[in-house]
Structures are given as structure tokens and as C-alpha cells.
């Protein structure tokens, strides 16, 4: 018996990015679009723009320790800033 050919394919999800500015919290983190929103977390990937580039890297934050941004090229470390960029990918 033949099978149709979109079953033999995985489907594919296709990754989008959302922009977003960054806040405070009020508690020493940060969050997406106000500071109610979504937290950035420990391990959260993202880009951040800087100097009119989108930097990739990752959410680095310990306890007792302000967040921070850490580049994928280099591994060069950033604090964060409120009004920030940054962009989150989706899966859709």
C-alpha cells in the first residue's frame, strides 16, 4: 500500500523572531515589553542590538548576581540596560 509523500516528510517548524524592549522588573531581573512581562531567564536565548547589529547569545543570570547578556562570538559579557532591544525566537 503507498503512503502519500507528506507522510514520509517531517513536518518542519519554522523558526520567526519577535522584537521586543526590556524593562526591570523591580526584583533585579529583567522582562519583555513591561515589567510584567515576559522574564528573561537564566539560559533564555536571544539577540540584543548593539551598535546597530543583532548580537546572538544567551541570558546568563545568577543568584545574587545582576543578568547578563554573553555573546556567542567570543562569549564577551554585557549587563543589561531598561530600553534595551532585543529579539526572542518563536517556533511556528
Not at 11 to 26: A, L, M, N, R, V
Request: proline letters at 7%; charged letters at 20%; aromatic letters at 8%.
Amino acid at each position: 500500500m503507498a503512503r502519500s509523500a507528506t507522510l514520509d516528510q517531517p513536518t518542519k517548524k519554522e523558526e520567526t523572531t519577535t522584537k521586543w524592549t526590556i524593562y526591570p522588573d523591580g526584583t533585579g531581573a529583567f522582562a519583555c515589553g513591561s515589567p510584567d512581562g515576559l522574564l528573561l531567564r537564566h539560559g533564555q536565548v536571544l539577540e540584543v542590538f548593539l551598535g546597530d547589529h543583532w548580537i546572538p547569545g544567551v541570558i546568563e543570570h545568577h543568584a545574587h548576581e545582576a543578568p547578563r547578556f554573553i555573546a556567542d562570538n567570543g562569549k564577551t559579557a554585557c549587563g543589561l540596560c531598561a530600553c534595551m532591544k532585543v529579539r526572542l525566537p518563536e517556533w511556528g
